[in-house]
């Protein structure tokens, strides 16, 4: 089964310092790799999609990379509102689409 | 502007039925396939099922866990995507979100809460 795992679970950044999420998948998904942010009482908001695309609006600060099993999620420069939960999915395997378990990315 | 707009939530008893709406606007919903994602609280993000265009053969998938008991479905005269769920479990207590799909979700509602519980 297709399974998509993310790590840290947990990540401590302080503003302005960059944040480095990472997200594996347990078999070869391309480049079919998405990137959520989610905050606390909101629905999802797509970042990035194809590994490495950033979505419509999204600051440049965000950006995307991987291709295959091993995929990463960097904001540059974290501001305040970046604080959230970050999930990957890939849409390349059946099951149709796997979210990762999520990032919380918290104020150091 | 794109919007999704859930609706149908709500406390229902073990073994029960609801159907939840996604009421669509803002761009040409009969060209769009649309899946529903779910999110237990405190939780991750689940793929529930997706239904593509009528265009493209209108044809359903479903993740696993719900095949069977939960059927997608759309209307696009009403720009309206449904998703009935039947033989409701505690573990699908959850909040619903419908979005667009294009493998990955570009827009999403603000989803609906289904509580199971007796």
């Known amino acids: 089964e297709m399974v998509m795992t993310q790590s840290p679970a947990t990540l401590s950044v302080s503003p302005g310092e960059r944040a480095t999420l990472s997200c594996r998948a347990s078999?070869?998904?391309?480049?079919?790799v998405a990137w959520y942010q989610q905050k606390p009482g909101q629905a999802p908001r797509l970042l990035i999609y194809g590994a490495s695309t950033r979505a419509t609006g999204i600051p440049a600060r965000f950006s995307g990379s991987g291709s295959g099993t091993e995929f990463t999620l960097t904001i540059s420069s974290l501001q305040s509102e970046d604080f959230a939960i970050y999930y990957c999915q890939q849409y390349n395997n059946w099951p149709l689409y796997t979210f990762g378990q999520g990032t919380k990315l918290e104020i150091k | 502007e794109v919007q999704l707009v859930e609706s149908g939530g709500g406390l229902v008893k073990p073994g029960g039925s609801l159907r939840l709406s996604c009421a669509a606007s803002g761009f040409t919903f009969s060209n769009a396939w649309m899946s529903w994602v779910r999110q237990a609280p405190g939780k991750g993000l689940e793929w529930v099922g997706r239904i593509k265009s009528n265009i493209d053969g209108g044809t359903t998938d479903y993740a696993a866990p719900v095949k069977g008991r939960f059927t997608i479905s759309r209307d696009d005269s009403k720009n309206t995507l449904y998703l009935q769920i039947t033989s409701l479990k505690t573990e699908d207590s959850a909040v619903y979100y419908c979005?667009?799909?294009?493998?990955?979700?570009?827009?999403w509602g603000q989803g609906t809460l289904v509580t199971v519980s007796s």
């Open positions: 979005a667009t799909d294009r493998g990955y979700g570009d827009c």
């Open positions: 078999q070869s998904v391309s480049s079919n």
